[in-house]
């Protein structure tokens, strides 16, 4: 691979993405609008990609970028669970819509590869654990089914079209770079932020609810094993750990970090939030050679110190 694009690519997932081609020699372009993303997570190796802004929803922009693309990773999205129950529409048009043009713009530029970041909300809350690539799905949010819908288009295009197409079903992903100022933001990136404001976190339901929390640089091991492996095109795969942590134990876990002894703010449970979920990984190891490197207890620590340093530059 001499030249990909990433879609999102000033965003959380994207810009660690971004940062990890560049250091291995890739040639890298990313389109971004900047709704969620930011130009801050691309500036330490700003002068080494080429920068699009422009929207996966506008045709015209995304055959630009795709010029002698090889690779695409399409990361760009309307990521908020919250956010999709409020406006299920505008969800539809960035997610179903953006990923259908990202794909046949890709498919008439010639590229060999698409991987498509697609979410363990695919599955619900159906009861049996841990989830398998192969278990009946049944979203509860607008954002889970937008989501399917790009799994089923990536479907069509590696069978119909020719275009190879892997689909990386992402756990809770979490790490560096992720925007806790936004209210849709991940948990563990809202509970260090509050943790370093000395303010109390909000825990929607019992917190019981259990999570498999991957790390970031986990997950952007996935894809360019997705990109590069040959015999997984087609192929629905999950990216997570296999563990599980509750949402009481990880605010536990960030107080003690930040060294704060503290309560929690107890919330409704929201619309659409899932109670249980951990994946299975085999086939991730089988086809892809993924092994997930970063303990939770690595992670969460690398995470803490990449906060506590952003927030004394701020």
Sequence with gaps: MKKCLVTG????????????????GVQVRVLDNLSTGLLENL????????????????????????????????????????RSVEDPVETAMV??????????????AGVKRVVLASSCAVYGD????????DMETRPL???????????????????????????????????????????????????????????????????????????????????????YKEGVSGLVINVGTGTSVTVNSLCRDISQLAGVDRDSVRGETRPGDIRESVADISLARQMLGYEPHYSFQEGIKLTWEWYRSRSSKQ
């Design 43 to 82: 500036e330490p190796f700003r002068r080494d990609i080429d920068f699009v802004q422009g929207d996966v929803r506008d045709f015209n922009a995304l055959q630009e970028v795709m010029s002698e693309v090889e690779v695409v990773f399409h990361q760009a999205a309307e990521v908020s669970v919250p």
């Design 141 to 227: 949010s607008p954002y889970a089914a937008s989501k399917l819908h790009g799994e089923t288009y990536g479907y069509l295009y590696n069978d119909l079209y020719g275009l190879e197409t892997v689909c990386l079903r992402y756990f809770n992903v979490y790490g560096p770079k992720q925007d806790p100022s936004s209210p849709y933001s991940g948990v563990i990136s809202i509970f260090m932020d509050k943790a370093g404001r000395a303010e109390l976190p909000t825990i929607y339901g019992d917190g019981e609810q259990y999570r498999d929390f991957v790390y970031v640089a986990d997950v952007v091991q996935a894809n360019l094993l997705a990109a």
């Design 95 to 108: 997610n179903d819509l953006g990923t259908l043009q990202v794909l046949e713009t890709a498919r008439s």
């Design 126 to 133: 159906l009861p049996p654990l841990p989830k398998k690539e």
């Design 9 to 24: 690519g000033a965003g959380f997932i994207g810009s660690n993405l971004v940062e990890r081609l560049i250091r291995d």
